[in-house]
């Protein structure tokens, strides 16, 4: 039987972990994301492609907010996760009843809320400065919560594998980084060489922007069930890589 | 009488060591359980297997009868662990951390709230209870740990090195506590290094030695089936050289006398003889049983008995 009492603690105390460093989870990322808002979004412009009908801005805005809701997704399970184990407090879950699923399902929650706080916040800052839409607010929605999901769980995956900072520092900025900073987020991949258009198809990134994307626009690079089916995969079986994980103890009950 | 815990063959394999070679004993309820040995006799591994912290490679253990893998709902509800290692997080004060472990095990509302502030109360942490871990002493940490252990109040509390580190005064008010608790009918098992501790304090004890059980029997027992007694001998010229059968059964050189190990069912008169053969000058003689240190020492030295 689900012990709700086990996850919601669980899931309060992962909130309550970067809600107690708020300048550090939220606001920082908040800053540098409208940073590159500023910089891409005034001096390189006029020499990108985009959709017809949208200034660059508009169209940067989606892509930076969920890079945004990525890696925060991301940063958050990793860092707790790896914090715990590295000053040992991880041994007080690990001495409860909670199981793996709880266990699993209270921190990736915890860094969809982180993710979707720092999208939220690009969001409201970008709207204020320029004129966005959201013609289809269901997708924009479903494709942020699944990208968090997403990226949530391949920071716990982080977490679990690694077994010291530089591991998962090397996880961030030789995976996570590269594969953001790739999956369109700056440009439409039509304005990309046929190659790097192919080679954008085989990152998984790419599909939750270009649906997100969709969400303001209804205009998008591929189609936007297949964003949802991709993206879905990757929820199920980065999901389902953690459970195993998670069930066998490995590197976390050694 | 019900068991507490049983552990049937239990195996730890890591990868060039094996930690645990074949495990099996019993604690029975209401026990006060000592678990003894020298430092990587695998004591704490056996411990972090039954609380859910190592799995094992092979074996069983159960926890009133709940297997501690397929039932670990229910054996980690009736279970409370005191790591060994002193833990902090720096998110939370030990109030937070105690309402926090409580939801882990699906405990709220007012009578838990009250039962934290007791914790609190009688582990002397009440003026702390809103102070970072991160902030507290060694001692205050320890304490924590054990109100951290006891919030879902276990049946069997399980102490692993709880008073390494800590000060004499807290050593005792630790006893005192953990003595309380048992008289309560918690069943207790202990690991320590202090074997006065154990002694003092377990009425039961195992002695481990390279992942395997060298020792079980009652507290008394195993002090009683030691083959040794040992003679405590005020002389007033300690620098005499002894003849060698005396020599042999010396264990320790003290500035008035000596002590010597001397076999139980050996005659005292020949003892005494011997001693005055080396022409000492005896002003007293004083016998005892051996301590639980002798013991140890003697079981987990190499060729011991």
């Known amino acids: 039987m689900f012990n709700f009492t086990g996850f919601w603690a669980l899931f309060i105390k992962e909130v309550r972990r970067f809600y107690s460093v708020l300048v550090q989870t939220v606001f920082a990322p908040v800053v540098s994301t409208l940073l590159y808002l500023l910089v891409f979004g005034q001096v390189i412009a006029s020499q990108i492609e985009t959709y017809s009908g949208l200034s660059y801005s508009q169209f940067l805005i989606p892509g930076l907010v969920m890079m945004a809701i990525l890696q925060n997704a991301f940063a958050n399970t990793s860092s707790s996760l790896i914090q715990s184990k590295m000053h040992g407090n991880l041994t007080f879950v690990l001495l409860s009843p909670i199981s793996p699923f709880e266990f699993y399902l209270a921190f990736v929650a915890a860094s969809i809320v982180r993710g979707l706080a720092v999208g939220l916040g690009i969001l409201v800052v970008g709207a204020i400065w320029f ?36 591991h998962l520092a090397a996880f961030q900025n030789f995976i996570i980084m590269p594969l953001t900073f790739l999956s369109g987020v ?27 994307r969709y969400g303001f626009f209804q205009q998008s690079d591929v189609s936007i069930y297949l964003s949802l089916t991709v993206t879905t995969v990757f929820v199920v079986l980065v999901s389902a890589i953690n459970l195993i994980l998670l069930n066998k103890g490995v590197k976390i009950r050694q | 009488m019900a068991l507490a815990v049983q552990f049937n063959q239990v195996v730890k394999n890591y990868e060039d060591l094996q930690a645990l070679k074949g495990v099996s004993f019993d604690v029975e309820e209401g026990a006060f359980f000592g678990l003894l040995g020298p430092n990587g006799a695998g004591k704490s591994t056996l411990i972090n297997a039954m609380s859910g912290l190592v799995v094992p490679t092979s074996g069983n253990i159960q926890v009133q009868s709940y297997d501690v893998i397929s039932d670990y709902r229910k054996t980690r509800r009736l279970l409370g662990l005191v790591p060994q290692e002193l833990i902090a997080d720096p998110f939370f004060s030990i109030k937070e951390l105690l309402e926090l472990q409580s939801g882990y095990f699906g405990m709220k509302g007012a009578e838990q709230k009250r039962w934290i502030g ?37 049946k069997v509390l399980v102490l692993d090195e709880p008073t390494a580190g800590v000060d004499v005064d807290l050593r005792r008010t630790l006893w005192e506590f953990t003595k309380e608790l048992h008289q309560q009918g918690h069943t207790i098992i202990l690991t320590t290094h202090y074997l006065e501790e154990a002694e003092a304090l377990c009425d039961r004890v195992a002695i481990m030695q390279k992942g395997q059980i060298k020792a079980l029997d009652d507290t008394q027992t195993l002090l009683s089936k030691h083959p040794y007694r040992y003679l405590r001998v005020n002389v007033t010229n300690p620098k005499v050289d002894l003849i060698a059968p005396l020599a042999e059964r010396l264990v320790e050189k003290e500035s008035n006398g000596f002590v010597f190990q001397v076999d139980k069912t050996s005659s005292m008169t020949e003892t005494l003889g011997l001693m005055e053969k080396s022409g000492l000058d005896v002003t007293d003689v004083s016998s005892r049983d051996a301590t639980l240190e002798e013991v140890f020492l003697d079981l987990t030295s190499e060729g011991g008995v």
């Open chain 1, 131 to 166: 004129d966005l839409t959201w013609l289809e607010p269901l997708w924009i929605i479903l494709f942020a919560i699944l990208s968090a999901a997403m990226m949530g769980g391949l920071g716990m995956l982080a977490g679990i594998v690694s077994e010291k900072y530089d």
């Open chain 1, 186 to 212: 700056f440009y439409s991949i039509h304005a990309l060489p046929e190659f790097w258009q192919q080679a954008s198809h085989f990152n998984p990134f790419f599909y939750m922007v270009d649906g997100f």
């Open chain 2, 118 to 154: 007791e914790l609190l109360e009688r582990l002397a942490l009440s003026d702390k209870a809103d102070a970072n871990t991160s902030q507290l002493s060694g001692g205050m940490k320890r304490r924590v740990l054990i109100a951290m252990a006891l919030v879902h109040k276990p």
